[in-house]
């Protein structure tokens, strides 16, 4: 058995054949990547032209958004009702500052906006109260209440007319500083590696304009109006100013102060944006800390109405079938019994 063994091992057509297989699996395994192609490579290149594709969208929608507001500020401005709130001079009976701020924070600029606002504010009662009154009167609504209160519910709905805006525009707001909210911590790690990057405040406001623009709308519009704000007021401090009251953030308000402080004092803007960086992510976590030890009590409630009873069906109720179950039984018994 040996003896054949070492015979076959030294034979020399064995030993072609061995070393022709070995040099036909090298030969096939160094030729089939090149035939197969890199999937990393490939996948590296699906996602690269997929981000430049996303990213070519969202320049063509912040562009579209831009023509739509420029056209909004030139062309579609309504002179009825310009001439309507400037002859009943609404602006000094409506607006103060404090309206202005709010049309800023829900990201309505310029004199159209505050227009309208005011508008609407003088015609939304009227329509409100005559279509409560039709709804009343006309159509049958509260039948069992007396005139007076119909009245008075008329009159409740004009004043809901004349706060609708107010009521809008806080809205907007509010969903507006959200979305800047979640988005900031990202802005400022992005500005953060522009700016160790080497790249100028400008520079670093356009890019991550530009990046952060998926993720929130509104901050790449307010980054894009900041740096545009840079390159023509005499002070820059008045366009980090601006930032903050148009955003009405305090985490925004922070920030703009420190760049304030860091191009008067020469101070490194890198390390104060490190710092405010770690700061923004650390408040947002505490604000989903907070919201996650709110459910607790939240949950009580619905658990008592919803849940306890259904636990306790489930649990009594096959007790309860079999008591009723045993009493059928005991009477049938009873009955044959007789």
Not at 30 to 52: C, H, I, Q, Y
Not at 70 to 80: F, I, N, P, T
Not at 172 to 198: F, Y
């Amino acid at each position: 058995m040996t003896d054949s063994v070492a015979k076959t091992l030294t034979d020399p057509s064995f030993l072609i054949s061995m070393l022709v297989a070995v040099a036909v699996f090298a030969t096939l395994f160094t030729l089939l990547p090149a035939f197969g192609g890199n999937p990393l490579r490939a996948r590296m290149k699906s996602v690269a032209l997929e981000r430049d594709e996303l990213r070519a969208k969202q320049r063509a929608r912040l562009a579209a958004e831009a023509d739509r507001r420029r056209k909004g500020l030139r062309e579609e401005q309504s002179l009825g009702m310009r001439s309507i709130v400037d002859r009943l001079d609404l602006r000094r009976a409506l607006a103060d500052e404090n309206t202005l701020n709010k049309l800023r924070v829900a990201g309505f600029r310029g004199q159209n906006p505050l227009t309208k606002f005011l508008f609407f504010r003088l015609v939304l009662p009227f329509v409100f109260f005559g279509l409560t009154l039709v709804y009343l009167f006309l159509l049958g609504g509260l039948p069992e209440q007396p005139a007076f209160v119909k009245l008075f519910v008329s009159v409740v709905g004009a004043y809901a007319g004349f706060y609708a805006p107010v009521l809008y525009v806080n809205n907007r707001a509010q969903k507006r500083k959200q979305s800047i909210q979640l988005a900031w911590p990202d802005a400022l790690d992005l500005m953060l590696i522009c700016v160790e990057s080497g790249m100028s405040v400008e520079a670093a406001m356009r890019r991550v304009a530009e990046e952060i623009g998926s993720q929130s709308i509104a901050l790449a519009e307010e980054l894009i109006l900041t740096n545009a704000e840079l390159s023509y007021l005499q002070e820059r401090r008045q366009a980090y100013e601006n930032l903050s009251n148009r955003t009405g953030l305090e985490s925004v308000k922070s920030v703009a102060q420190a760049l304030v402080q860091a191009e008067r004092y020469g101070t490194p803007v890198a390390h104060a944006l490190r710092v405010l960086a770690n700061e923004s992510r650390d408040m947002r976590m505490n604000e989903a800390e907070k919201k996650a030890a709110a459910l607790p009590p939240k949950l009580t409630v619905p658990m008592i109405l919803f849940f306890l009873p259904v636990l306790f069906a489930i649990i009594l109720g096959p007790a309860g079938i079999q008591v009723s179950q045993r009493g059928i039984w005991g009477d049938s018994n009873k009955s044959s019994s007789e």
